[in-house]
């Protein structure tokens, strides 16, 4: 269930991926903490990147999982996907406190989804 996306523009193809289980989430939270708080690509080869795209890919994503993760993690790691936007769009140049607590919350999300994987691995 690969989704894809592409908005060909003047310049460029902007592709959307959704990442697919949790490892593939999981990385693409790691890029998450790496890119924030504008999550802009400084390499050019990702033009149309940005905070909207980034969360549109995470959120589509915990929702493709939902089944395997469980309605209560689901719904923890919305509102923790929820909660770190605010962060980093409260702090865009990353200049207080408001960009490590959006990394903070990366950081649960990802402990969450390791939990679900070491669930999974033992049943």
């Keep these: 269930?690969?989704?894809?996306?592409q908005t060909e523009s003047a310049n460029s193809?902007?592709?959307h991926?959704?990442?697919q289980g949790i490892g593939e989430i999981s990385d693409h939270?790691?890029?998450?903490?790496?890119s924030a708080p504008r999550f802009e690509d400084k390499t050019g080869l990702l033009p149309g990147r940005n905070i909207d795209t980034v969360f549109t890919e995470l959120n589509e994503a915990l929702g493709a999982i939902r089944a395997k993760i469980g309605e209560d993690k689901y719904l923890t790691l919305m509102a923790l996907s929820a909660k770190m936007r605010a962060h980093f769009e409260a702090d865009p140049e990353d200049n207080s406190d408001d960009g490590i607590?959006?990394?903070d919350?990366?950081?649960e999300m990802q402990?969450?989804?390791r939990s679900a994987r070491r669930r999974k691995a033992r049943t």
């Design 105 to 107: 919350c990366i950081i």
């Design 1 to 5: 269930m690969q989704s894809r996306d």
């Design 29 to 34: 939270l790691s890029m998450m903490i790496l």
């Design 111 to 113: 402990d969450i989804l």
């Design 13 to 15: 193809v902007k592709v």
């Design 101 to 103: 607590k959006g990394r």
């Design 17 to 19: 991926y959704v990442p």
